[in-house]
């Protein structure tokens, strides 16, 4: 999924991420926070005055409105389970019944996201080009003062959903200061605690799930 912003839309909500004891002690030593993790405590949410436009590959859009489609279908089974545990006495002591509540309000959720992501969403070609910092793209960059790489998804975490590689989004302070940039470009982002770091654009390359 590729994340873009579009301003002339309703509010959205925003996420940031607290910085932990670890990634201020990073930033002390000049080196950037440690990956955000998708841990929903470590998340504050704001309101802003725009919405999230989301970008998606084909092959992602593809594949979340199969599961879309896949879960609204469970909807009778999940009902029909719920009914029939209820029939068996007292909700109380009655765990198979309070198991399929759980899941129903799991799966209920997840087609929520899925059907205002779908809505969303606007349609684009993957990437066929390298060298260029674009969403969809995977990124192995050089932090200033590191003399390793690190390599990661320039999208978000559905796209990258199918595979274990790191995600940053093109709205977080490192991707938006990264797009654009062609291998070889050193450009700088802002740190939570006003600071800035460097970070070097070694290679991007098409994602390929």
Do not use: C
């Not at 993790?37 to 309101?47: H, N, Q, R, S």
């Amino acid at each position: 999924m590729l994340v873009s912003t579009d301003t002339a839309r309703m509010p959205r909500v925003v996420f940031f991420r607290l910085w932990t004891p670890r990634d201020l002690s990073r930033a002390r030593a000049g080196r950037r926070p440690a990956p955000a993790g998708p841990d929903p405590e470590e998340l504050i949410a704001v309101t802003e005055t725009q919405t999230q436009v989301t970008w998606l590959t084909q092959d992602a859009h593809d594949r979340l409105k199969a599961e879309l489609d896949d879960l609204v279908g469970q909807r009778p089974a999940i009902a029909q389970k719920i009914n029939a545990a209820r029939e068996e006495g007292d909700l109380k002591e009655n765990g198979g019944y309070h198991a399929a509540r759980e899941e129903q309000g799991v799966m209920e959720a997840r087609i929520r996201h899925l059907q205002e992501l779908l809505h969303t969403a606007k349609v684009g070609e993957t990437p066929t080009e390298s060298g260029t910092a674009v969403p969809g793209t995977v990124l192995t960059v050089r932090f200033e003062g590191d003399d390793d790489t690190e390599t990661f998804l320039l999208g978000s975490r559905e796209e990258g959903s199918a595979g274990s590689i790191e995600v940053y989004s093109p709205n977080s302070p490192l991707g938006s200061a990264l797009i654009g940039a062609k291998a070889g470009d050193t450009v700088s982002y802002d740190l939570p605690d006003g600071g800035s770091m460097e970070v070097t654009l070694v290679s991007a390359e098409p994602y390929s799930p």
